[in-house]
C-alpha cells in the first residue's frame, strides 16, 4: 500500500508561484513513477506532470510547460511541483498519484495505482 499526502496549496495572485509537495508512505516510492493532476469545478480530470523514478525523465501538460517542474527526492519519499508564473486558470483542486514498479512517463489517470486526496490551489486575477 502506498499513502500520499498532498500539501503547500492556497491562495495566489496571478503572476505568483506555489510549490506542492507530495509526501509518500511506503518503501516503493523510489521505485513509482508519480504524477500530479488537477480538477477544476465542473472539467475533468486533468493531466499536468509526471516524473519517472530515478527522476531522469519528466513530462508536462502543454498548459503548464516552462512554468511548472516536478521534482522528487527519494530520500525524503517525496515528490515536489513548483508553478511560477500561475494564471487564474491554474485554479484547481491538485492530486498527485503514483504507479509502483514502473519507470515510465504516464500522463493517463488510469495508469496510476494511488491517489491523494488533493490540496486546493486558487489563483486570483
Known amino acids: 500500500q502506498v499513502q500520499l499526502v498532498e500539501s503547500g496549496g492556497g491562495l495566489v495572485q496571478a503572476g505568483g508561484s506555489l510549490r506542492l509537495s507530495c509526501a509518500a508512505s511506503?518503501?516503493?516510492?523510489?521505485?513509482?513513477?508519480m504524477g500530479w493532476f488537477r480538477q477544476a469545478p465542473g472539467n475533468e480530470l486533468e493531466f499536468v506532470a509526471t516524473?519517472?523514478?530515478?527522476?531522469?525523465?519528466?513530462y508536462y501538460a502543454d498548459s503548464v510547460k516552462g512554468r511548472f517542474t516536478i521534482s522528487r527526492d527519494n530520500a525524503k519519499n517525496t515528490v515536489y511541483l513548483e508553478m511560477n508564473s500561475l494564471k487564474p486558470e491554474d485554479t484547481a483542486v491538485y492530486y498527485c498519484?503514483?504507479?509502483?514498479?514502473?519507470?515510465?512517463?504516464?500522463?493517463?489517470?488510469?495508469?496510476?495505482?494511488?491517489w491523494g486526496q488533493g490540496t486546493q490551489v486558487t489563483v486570483s486575477s
Open positions: 511506503g518503501r516503493t516510492f523510489s521505485t513509482s513513477t
Open positions: 516524473i519517472t523514478w530515478s527522476g531522469g525523465n519528466t
Open positions: 498519484a503514483a504507479r509502483r514498479f514502473l519507470e515510465s512517463v504516464l500522463t493517463g489517470a488510469d495508469q496510476y495505482d494511488y
